[in-house]
């Protein structure tokens, strides 16, 4: 195909106004009790965050870009170049190829945040003249319509045109606040413009096809950006014409929002749906809305969340509320969440992008209550069932996070086969997932009036403003996940007193505090955090040590398939039994004794170095279940030694069988 090349590309900075802003911005929102820290003010200098920030920013963001950019492999940016006029064809791809591809941008623009590379600026400049040339004059931007000559759209229930603006709203804000650009926000607030032109005259119909809600969140930070409240009001909107009309269970809109007290459909359509809210009610207070958001959060953290913090257990399914009784209330349920307690491990679905979404709702409920309960859900998804998603190499990616695998296993699964560098029918989880791992850095830390938040712990430096001229500078040294030592040192504080939170997380029950080498002994912990409040100098220095012992888990019985089964776990990290590293011997027949004795090793899997768990387990006599459905019990065991993995690291070294829960011997 013929390339042709925009010259003349005009990009603005903002003057005066541009400041260091977070990745989501509360520091003005009035029902936040907490701000993050600033896009720039974390660098991860060594260690776990450091090493896979590298592996994002030399492969996974370059092989994004390429395969986004490429008209042989992924189709998306060509779709704007045809759509803007710039080549000729026709649309290719899924009707959310326009959102994959702001991700895309946003990933670019939040690694270009830390290195400030020329390359990647010059990228998006490029990148967002086409955009900006396919935009109609009326806003509208979905490449899928204007390709085929219509300017405007929304009358497809299954369509993800608001998915893909709420993305582009998104990205902007992310670009703008990594480079002082508008370029691309002029872009955005011209399409949020063109929504609320659009809703204004829509139907109740046409207002609720909104499959994938993620314009909610990209709508309010917009309003956070702009500071223009029409952005804010339309959210607003949206949020109450939810259940209006005939919806499903499937997107969560089958009753009004404020009656939703349980969640089963589709869990990334929830997960944003949820996440949106969440921002809503940090600019307005609007009780009726945290409440439901409360009930449903104890739902799925209860009742439907993988150990792995994965979202989503089932393939395909029906309502939970449809009957053969009543026929007209059955309904199609598909990548969702199912009935309570209802967590299959080999068929779990559990989409990479689900369980970015369940960071994306558990970051705002944290931002808006300081509750650390919700970044302990965040973190138990990040490094489990969100990192599992790409390979320790950054070249290949999963849809797909289940808690086993078995080659003999008797279905064909969609997405079945390993990780693949693009996934073909659904791309959708790879810049997600670059985009995320290219953020971790913005979660790092966050503000209130009275001090600073540690939540994540990581190898990192932090240069921050407090209370708009106190500086802020510390370093943080931790080799966690993989030991739970923790040491920060302080280089710049306020000279008045001021209070540094320390996350405890919630799988830590023991754990130790000292200053400057003396015990503090009103540690205790409050909501998730131990607060230390004093008048700080420079080098003070605090230690942090969290007990990180092996933990055998057990579920509810009421999950059946894990019935008197354990799944490992060590810190943060879930931990599996992959056949690669194991003698002989099916995975499936490996038992853990309540009483084993665990110890750690290193290891590198596919470039990437991981603590390994070692141990003398049992194993069951191998029998053939060919043919066979029941059998007496086998009982027959020999001792086994295994080796276990951080279920994340699963999948590196070609074909395996996998199992994250395992039989228990008490």
């Known amino acids: 195909m013929k390339r042709v090349i925009l010259v003349g590309i005009l990009v603005l900075r903002i003057g005066v106004g541009f400041s260091q802003q977070p990745l989501v911005d509360t520091e003005e929102s009035p029902y936040a009790k907490l701000r993050p820290a600033a896009m720039q003010a974390v660098h991860w200098t060594n260690g776990f965050w450091a090493e896979r920030f590298a592996v994002c920013r030399n492969t996974m963001v370059p092989q994004l870009w390429h395969t986004y950019t490429s008209d042989t492999i992924c189709y998306a940016f060509e779709n704007f170049r045809i759509a803007a006029g710039l080549d000729t064809g026709h649309f290719r791809g899924p009707s959310f190829h326009d959102g994959d591809f702001y991700k895309t941008l946003e990933s670019v623009a939040a690694v270009y945040a830390v290195t400030k590379s020329k390359q990647l600026d010059e990228w998006m400049d490029t990148a967002i003249a086409v955009i900006g040339a396919a935009q109609q004059s009326n806003g509208y931007i979905y490449t899928k319509n204007i390709i085929v000559g219509k300017s405007g759209g929304f009358d497809d229930r299954l369509s993800f045109e608001a998915y893909n603006f709420g993305h582009l709203m998104t990205a902007a804000c992310v670009h703008f606040r990594a480079t002082g650009k508008k370029s691309l926000l002029n872009i955005a607030t011209k399409a949020a413009d063109f929504l609320i032109g659009f809703y204004s005259a829509a139907t109740p119909e046409q207002a609720r096809n909104a499959i994938c809600p993620s314009h909610y969140m990209g709508l309010t930070e917009l309003y956070r950006t702009t500071k223009d409240k029409k952005y804010l009001t339309l959210v607003k909107q949206l949020v109450d014409i939810r259940g209006t009309v005939e919806g499903t269970d499937d997107n969560s809109d089958r009753a009004p929002f ?36 409360q009930k449903i959060w104890e739902n799925v953290v209860n009742s439907k969340m993988y150990v792995t913090g ?42 990479t992008c689900a369980n970015i979404g369940n960071m994306l709702w558990n970051w705002r409920m944290f931002l808006v209550s300081g509750e650390a309960k919700y970044m302990d859900v965040l973190e138990q998804a990040l490094y489990n069932s969100v990192l599992s998603g790409v390979s320790m190499d950054g070249t290949k990616f999963f849809y797909t996070n289940p808690l086993a695998a078995s080659r003999d296993y008797p279905y064909h699964l969609r997405w079945e086969g390993g990780r693949q560098p693009y996934i073909g029918l659904s791309n959708c989880c790879p810049p997600n997932t670059v985009r995320t791992i290219a953020e971790v850095s913005d979660y790092a830390y966050s503000l209130d009036t009275s001090g600073l938040y540690v939540n994540l712990y990581g190898s990192n430096q932090l240069s921050e403003t407090w209370k708009g001229n106190h500086c802020i500078q510390l370093t943080q040294e931790s080799n966690y996940p993989w030991n739970g030592n923790v040491l920060l040192q302080i280089t710049e504080i306020p000279a008045e007193p001021f209070t540094i939170f320390l996350r405890i997380p919630g799988w830590c029950n023991h754990y130790l505090v000292t200053v400057n080498g003396s ?32 933990t055998l888990l057990e579920s509810n019985p009421l999950v059946e398939e894990t019935r008197n089964q354990v799944a490992v776990r060590r810190g943060p990290l879930v931990y599996c039994i992959e056949s690669t590293d194991q003698q002989a011997g099916s995975v499936f027949d490996v038992m853990i004794p309540a009483n084993m004795q665990w110890h750690t090793g ?21 029998q053939s279940w060919d043919h066979t459905l029941y059998r007496p019990v086998n009982t027959h065991y020999q001792p086994a030694a295994i080796t276990l993995i951080p279920y994340y690291a699963w999948a590196n070294r070609g074909a395996s069988d996998m199992t994250v829960w395992m039989p228990l011997i008490r």
């Open 310 to 351: 994965g979202c989503g257990a089932l393939y395909d399914g029906v309502s939970v509320d449809g009957t053969s009784y009543n026929p007209d209330t059955v309904q199609k349920v598909h990548q969702a969440y199912g009935r309570d307690y209802q967590l299959p491990n080999f068929s779990a679905h559990n989409e």
């Open 258 to 293: 404020r009656e939703m007290n349980k969640v089963v459909g589709h869990a990334v359509r929830a997960n944003y749906l949820f996440a949106g809210v969440a921002d809503v009610y940090a600019e307005t207070g609007d009780s009726t809305l945290l409440r439901p958001l």
């Open 519 to 550: 015990p503090v002994t009103q540690a205790s912990r409050q909501q998730g955090f131990v607060a230390l409040r004093r008048q700080w100098k420079k080098n003070d220095r605090i230690v942090l040590k969290l007990d990180m012992p092996v």
């Open 602 to 622: 290193e290891q590198t899997i596919n470039g990437g170095k991981v603590t390994v768990l070692k141990g003398q387990a049992k194993r069951r006599q191998s």
